[in-house]
């Protein structure tokens, strides 16, 4: 069983379209991330959300928003995508917030998003 | 602002020595560092970490070695293997600042057979 799920894996589309990447962890974990990998390959934290609740919200376009249903869920919706965009998304969950053993990241397997 | 530098981007061994990946941290409030590895067109997956209260953490052909002084840590590899090559970020964490885990750029490794 795979421990966090995202989908779609591989999405292509326009610019200032509106897409949304599904996120789901079966850990029982109650922190989840969404990382972003830019061409530079760096991996650098968007939102981390605990019990559903926004922990961080780096420096990024309000364009990103993201929604927590529940503890389990954590979703990217994208608005009036731009070229810039373009990257590999990384969802990821820790048991909880802290660091140490216990709070180790667990990341998807990745959602590469290309803008044209 | 880079906290934390993977300075070589990519690394070639031959199988069955030593392959030793560094990685330098500029921020005195990091208590957590983390390797991980990642296969093309997966997501990383974590392969060993250590507190910053040792200097010292060994699981099987892995081992990463702590300097707080230099603010510099370093993964062993020995014996590498093949299915070793993969990209390796480095990444530290702090009890601060909203407990962000910050990653390195990676170091590709190449492990020749």
């Known amino acids: 069983d795979t421990a966090v799920s995202q989908t779609p894996k591989y999405l292509v589309t326009q610019m200032g379209n509106d897409k949304s990447i599904k996120c789901e962890q079966n850990l029982g974990h109650d922190t989840m991330y969404w990382y972003k990998q830019d061409s530079k390959k760096f991996l650098k934290i968007m939102f981390s959300?605990?019990?559903?609740?926004?922990?961080i919200n780096e420096t990024v376009p309000n364009r990103f928003s993201p929604k927590s249903p529940d503890k389990a869920h954590l979703n990217l919706h994208i608005n009036s995508l731009e070229l810039g965009d373009s990257a590999v998304y990384f969802c990821?969950?820790?048991?909880?917030?802290?660091?140490?053993?216990?709070?180790?990241?667990?990341f998807g397997e990745g959602s590469w998003l290309t803008v044209v | 602002d880079q906290q934390v530098k993977q300075n070589s981007p990519s690394l070639s061994v031959q199988e069955g020595r030593i392959s030793i990946l560094n990685c330098d941290y500029t921020n005195s409030m990091f208590d957590y560092f983390l390797w991980y590895k990642k296969y093309p067109a997966e997501g990383p997956t974590f392969l060993i970490s250590i507190s910053s209260i040792k200097d010292k953490n060994e699981d099987g052909r892995f081992t990463v070695f702590l300097n707080k002084s230099a603010k510099h840590l370093s993964l062993h590899i020995v014996p590498s293997q093949p299915g070793d090559s993969a990209v390796y970020f480095c990444a530290a964490s702090a009890n601060t600042g909203g407990f962000k885990t910050i990653f390195g750029a990676g170091t590709r490794l190449f492990v020749k057979a």
């Open positions: 959300y605990n019990n559903k609740e926004l922990i």
């Open positions: 990821a969950s820790s048991a909880s917030l802290g660091t140490g053993i216990g709070n180790t990241i667990y």
